[in-house]
T-cell receptor, first 113, second 113 residues
Framework: DQQVKQNSPSLSVQEGRISILNCDYT??????FLWYKKYPAEGPTFLIS?????DKNEDGRFTVFLNKSAKHLSLHIVPSQPGDSAVYFC????????????FGTGTRLTIIP | NAGVTQTPKFRVLKTGQSMTLLCAQD?????MYWYRQDPGMGLRLIHY???????AKGEVPDGYNVSRLKKQNFLLGLESAAPSQTSVYFC????????????FGQGTRLTVV
């Protein structure tokens, strides 16, 4: 059972426009959420996170929004740049057994120059 | 500053052969993890460790064994490789439990023929 879902395998966005990546989860015990970015032939790198006590967290061009009632979070990238082309993974963890992250299947973002 | 280093980066095995993947981190992290990445499946946790001398099963542990004899090293073993173990393997480490960013290695691409 996929507890963290990224329903869009791929997304293409024009350079300079907003990229919106979505993530849904089913486990109501998840209380911390992270986004990771992965380039080909490299390991994932941490991008931004949000605690369930917040509904928004911003870091430069990246903003994550959390809607707990809908069990949905999204990552906004504004403005999108060619270097943002990568695979983005959403991940979540619970307050118990929180030694591990549960990852989504990833969304491949392509920024079109 | 090496971070998390995985060896080897590529390997081809014949069915039934054994091998060990080595992960080394130089950040004095307590927590270490082994994930596998398969198309359409995201990152799935194989085994993890919450400290030197400890190991625990993740989501997909069958066919793998691990050891954490030294804090900085986490070994993943395949005793009798199967084609279903063809995957990209990532090691990660973190200072605290899963609700903090984890640092990933570059990955090991393993093909079992």
């Amino acid at each position: 059972d996929q507890q963290v879902k990224q329903n869009s395998p791929s997304l293409s966005v024009q350079e300079g426009r907003i990229s919106i990546l979505n993530c849904d989860y089913t486990n109501s015990m998840f209380d911390y959420f992270l986004w990771y970015k992965k380039y080909p032939a490299e390991g994932p790198t941490f991008l931004i996170s949000i605690s369930s006590i917040k509904d928004k967290n911003e870091d430069g061009r990246f903003t994550v929004f959390l809607n707990k009632s809908a069990k949905h979070l999204s990552l906004h990238i504004v403005p999108s740049q060619p270097g943002d082309s990568a695979v983005y993974f959403c991940a979540a963890t619970t307050p118990f057994g929180n030694e591990k992250l549960t990852f989504g299947t990833g969304t491949r973002l392509t920024i079109i120059p | 500053n090496a971070g998390v280093t995985q060896t080897p980066k590529f390997r081809v095995l014949k069915t039934g052969q054994s091998m060990t993947l080595l992960c080394a981190q130089d950040m004095n992290h307590e927590y270490m993890y082994w994930y596998r990445q398969d198309p359409g499946m995201g990152l799935r946790l194989i085994h993890y460790s919450v400290g030197e001398g400890t190991t625990a099963k993740g989501e997909v542990p069958d066919g793998y064994n691990v050891s954490r004899l030294k804090k900085q090293n986490f070994l993943l073993g395949l005793e009798s490789a199967a084609p279903s173990q063809t995957s990209v393997y990532f090691c990660a480490s973190s200072y605290l439990a899963g609700n903090t960013e984890a640092f990933f290695g570059q990955g090991t691409r393993l093909t079992v023929v």
